[in-house]
């Protein structure tokens, strides 16, 4: 007899849409994939086929089934209702549109289930704006996955003011049962936590900039031979902690210079104009725009293989816990 | 006959001193370590031996020597001219305390090479007040490296006012033949690039945390699993380049939103007090104070990984341009 197993809602065959089916037949939940468009859902499960593949080949996949077991649960449908009326998850990630969004969750609202998890995949939108109408506004939360979704495990989950504690912590139990890393936001903020951390390194990086302290490479290679090695692994307060030693001797330490250097320049005025043609000058010439989309899968490939690397080494450090050769920590 | 090798001098054999022993070294300098402490000086081999030894184990040495060979261009005194005089290149790490670096430098002045590269490791202290009073005071600049750099390549390299264009650019090209990525600035300023924009994420953390929105783990996870494995690979103005598509692109769409952001909280205020005590009570969760050290040895061999994995991804893409399997860019 088939197990029964638990069924997912995916709204949307893009590129989101297509990782959250991966992540949740991963995980071997039933995924049913819905798009408006027939034509765009004609591909999906071949290149859903050949991204499985790829990353067995490389050692990166996460579930135990084989690419050819694991699609047999995803089922493609253009009946949203069909799709929707019998899942506990429904993950939305249809075109970044508030009006393209808020029709699929007017729809949605009369026939899901009344204690599913409703979930955005947006980036940009409030919760509270895309849930204030409602009926299931309570079962209502963004979950913004970061790009690659299969490789960066990060999750944001972003309460509206009415969301059930409930559902948060449903919604967090669910990314760390697919294997992602809930950063779990106790208010809605614009930006919300990963923008505004990568908003505010643009922002000193624009600020360097013009003010002639150093070049486009200069801040670039601070970053990905610098910065980026250690943020890899840690946080900023953990960084913190470990340099204090201890993160309050840190702070206590850092704290007047920090706020110091905040004050020193001011704002960093608005980005754009003739400085980022001249920005735009420079990346060309390392990355021209007709090879971005190459470069891309550059990334992409990188992004993986240290993805890799952070699951052996934490493989790794678990077995000699295991074997009582290191103590684990509390 | 013996080759004739470029010496460099090692002023202060705490970690920094070491390791660009070891990094001058493994790139076939003939290095010169003092520190007016004899004691101090009479392990230094044997560490740099250890050291030497566990990077080749794991196949993560640079040079191509062995480690005994290496260590015989390594020589120790406790004579601060016998070792400064006919070096090339001069790098000072004794401890970040003004009034000992001074001192260091006022000994170096008198007898040092009047074409010789003057270097500071420092930190947080500016060339300008480092160097004011120097006869060589062209010759001096601040090489700042980041901890640990034989893993992290990225050294800042700092010009004071008065710093000659010819000691940058040959500072430049030292450090890439040690296989280090200069970040050149075109001017000092205080917490230099690396600094400033760490703090950036930090105030921006501080200001997260303060008005409620995340808690500590959900801002080192943001960083851990969220930005930094591309910022492993990508500095700010390359993830914009790419996703824009362009950084033009990028910048005038996002540029408005990050204005706004920035001016929305206003500043983040002093760090420390009682809300630093409530993140290092979360902190000491994950890491109790006595168990730092070994913490850090944790971050230190996943660095060392993510460095060797860089590496190998680096040769391999090589080796497909010499083959004629990949075009690279400009």
Redesign the interface.
Known sequence: MAEQREKVAVIGSGQIGKSWALLFSSAGFQVCLHDNDSAQLSNVLEDLKGQLMTLTSQGLSRGKLDPEEQLKHVTLTDNLAECVKDAGVIMEAVPEVMEVKKKVFEQVDDVMKDDAILSSSTSSMLPSVLSADLKHRQQFLVMHP?NPPF????V?LVPAPWTSGDVMQRSRALMVRLGQ???????E???F??N??????????WR?LK??????D?????????????????????????N?????TY??K???????????MG??????GEL??E??R????????D??AE??RW?E???A???K??RD?DLQEKKEIEEGKLEP??
Do not use: C
């Not at 003010?211 to 486009?216: D, F, L, Q, S």
């Open positions: 970061v490789h960066v495990r990060a944001e890393a809930p950063v779990v936001m106790k208010k903020i614009e930006g936590v990963l505004r951390m990568q908003f505010a390194i643009l922002g000193e990086s360097l003010e002639g302290v150093v070049g486009v200069g801040i670039n290679k601070a970053v990905w031979s610098g910065l980026g090695p250690r943020y890899a692994f840690l946080g900023p307060f953990q960084v913190g902690h470990l204090g030693p201890g993160i309050k702070l206590d850092y704290g007047p210079t920090i706020l110091r250097l905040q004050s020193s704002p960093a005025g608005l980005m754009g980022a043609e920005v735009e420079e990346m060309i010439k390392e990355v021209p725009l090879r971005l470069r891309r990334r490939v990188r992004i293989h240290l993805s690397l952070k080494i920590l509390p």
